[in-house]
C-alpha cells in the first residue's frame, strides 16, 4: 500500500493510478493497482511512531498495489538480460507518461520466478503536468535521465488501443482529484492522446 500521508500525498497517488492503469492498457506488464480505503480506527500496535502517524494521516483512500510473488527488484547488472520486447513497449509507454523515475541504478523493474519482467513505480510520470503546461507543444520523448533514454522508440497505436480513459477515471477516488472535477481530468486525459496520436501515430 502506498500512503497517501507521505511523499506526494493524494496528487501523487493519483498520477501513479492513472499511469500504471493505462500502461496496463498498452500492453506493459505492471502490477495491478487499486484504490484502497485506511480507517483511522485501525489499532495499531506495531512500528515506529513516524510509520504510526503517517497511518493516521493516511487515513482515507490510498494506493494499494498487487504483490509479485518471487519477484526481486533489477539493477544496472541486469539490464542487458532484459527482452528487446519488453524494452520497446516499456520505452514507448514511458515516453507517452514521462517517467522520470527510471535510470539506470534505479530501473524500478521486477523479474519474476517465470521469468517475467515487470514495471513498477510510476509516481513521478509528468504526463499530466507537461501537458498542462505545453499542450499541442508537449514532446514525447523519453526523459533524459531514463536509461533508456537515446533508443528509437516505436510509437503507440493508440487509435488502435483499448484505451479505457472513462473507466480508468470513474474508479479515482473522490478525495484524488484535489481541485480539479473528474470530467475535466477526462478531457485531459483524451487531448493527450489526441495530441500524441497527431504528432507521432
Request: charged letters at 20%.
Amino acid at each position: 500500500m502506498k500512503l497517501s500521508g507521505v511523499g506526494q500525498g493524494a496528487s501523487g497517488l493519483l498520477t501513479e493510478f492513472i499511469a500504471m492503469r493505462l500502461a496496463s492498457a498498452l500492453g506493459l506488464k505492471v502490477p495491478r493497482v487499486v484504490a484502497i480505503t485506511l480507517s483511522n480506527a485501525l489499532p495499531w500496535q506495531v512500528g515506529s511512531d513516524e510509520f504510526y502517524e503517517a497511518l493516521q494521516r493516511s487515513s482515507g483512500w490510498n494506493l494499494g498495489v498487487e504483490f509479485v510473488d518471487s519477484a526481486r527488484d533489477l539493477t544496472a547488472d541486469d539490464l542487458e538480460d532484459i527482452p528487446v520486447a519488453f524494452l520497446d513497449r516499456l520505452a514507448a509507454v514511458d515516453a507517452l507518461l514521462q517517467n522520470m523515475d527510471r535510470t539506470v541504478q534505479n530501473p524500478n523493474l521486477l523479474r519474476d520466478g517465470a521469468p517475467d519482467y515487470w514495471a513498477i513505480d510510476f509516481g513521478a510520470c509528468l504526463f499530466l503536468h507537461r501537458f498542462a503546461r505545453y499542450r499541442q507543444r508537449m514532446s514525447f520523448e523519453l526523459p533524459g535521465n531514463h536509461f533508456l533514454a537515446g533508443r528509437s522508440v516505436q510509437p503507440l497505436r493508440l487509435e488502435k488501443a483499448h484505451v479505457p480513459l472513462q473507466e480508468i477515471v470513474s474508479d479515482v477516488p473522490d478525495t484524488w482529484l484535489g481541485p480539479v472535477d473528474r470530467e475535466t481530468l477526462l478531457n485531459a486525459l483524451y487531448d493527450i492522446i489526441e495530441v500524441y496520436v497527431q504528432r507521432l501515430g
